[in-house]
């Protein structure tokens, strides 16, 4: 209970430290009576930026049984700080989690259209169909067809396409069929496709349960012909959050 105590000290470093003790001995064993219920006040209550930073990924696993601990991360979508803003879209976004969330198609669709920093937006894209809901894919393409959207936003929608139809529980084939005419455009834009995305393709296995959903609509030597065709010489745009360029060869 120690841990617990310290999770409201004044101090941030202190609470960052005992994030982890405290989430032990609030769901470790043997239970500790009022654990739970004085972690998740702590979590509630957490407003710095470096704090919520440290326990973000301890709280993932949390997320599909305690409603108090979404509604938290919910809170963050409008964080002052751009970087908790992100952490929260990251988490609530895996889709067992935001089917949970009640409106989340609108919450993401929202950070897309009006959060001041453009990360934020193409976090927020990436994870737009993570519900499958269809409305998704049209404001997806819409981004990536404007030759004016900023990099970060593109990076994020390309992958947030392709999860649409690769990754989701229901594949959209209007997804697949727009990610393969962006990968088979010629001439190729500066920027497409993104740096990021492709390597969403390295987990395709045509003997998984999930890409045997794929099958009516999927057609693999146009998809390795497309992805093939995707290299980019030395010395290409910079991955904007990465930082670096990411050269890609064709195999």
Partial sequence: MVAL???????PAVRREVGL????????????????????????????????????????????KEHRIRDALIGWLDHPSADVRIEAV???????????????????????????DPRVRGVAC?????????????????RLSDPTTPQPILHGCFPGLINAWLAAHDPSPTAYELTLKLLERRPRAPL???????ELFRWFSSNSARTQKLMPF??????????????????????????????????
């Fill in 218 to 251: 999927f057609e693999k030597p146009r998809v390795v012909a497309a992805f093939r065709s995707c290299h980019r010489p030395e010395g290409g745009p910079a991955d904007p959050i990465r930082g670096a360029a990411s050269p890609r060869r064709a195999r």
């Fill in 90 to 116: 990251l988490a609530l976004g895996v889709h067992d989690t935001a089917v949970l969330v009640d409106r989340f198609y609108d919450k993401m669709l929202d950070k897309l259209v009006s959060d001041p």
């Fill in 21 to 64: 003790l405290a989430y032990l001995a609030a769901y470790g064993r043997p239970a500790v009576e009022g654990a739970v219920h004085s972690f998740v006040d702590a979590i509630v209550a957490e407003q710095d930026e470096k704090v919520i930073g440290t326990w973000v990924l301890m709280l993932r696993p949390l997320l599909e």
């Fill in 192 to 198: 497409m496709p993104p740096n990021r995305g492709l």
């Fill in 5 to 11: 105590r310290h999770m409201r000290d004044p101090s």
């Fill in 126 to 142: 990436s994870h737009l169909s993570s519900t499958g809901n269809i409305a998704a894919i049209p404001q997806i393409e819409a």
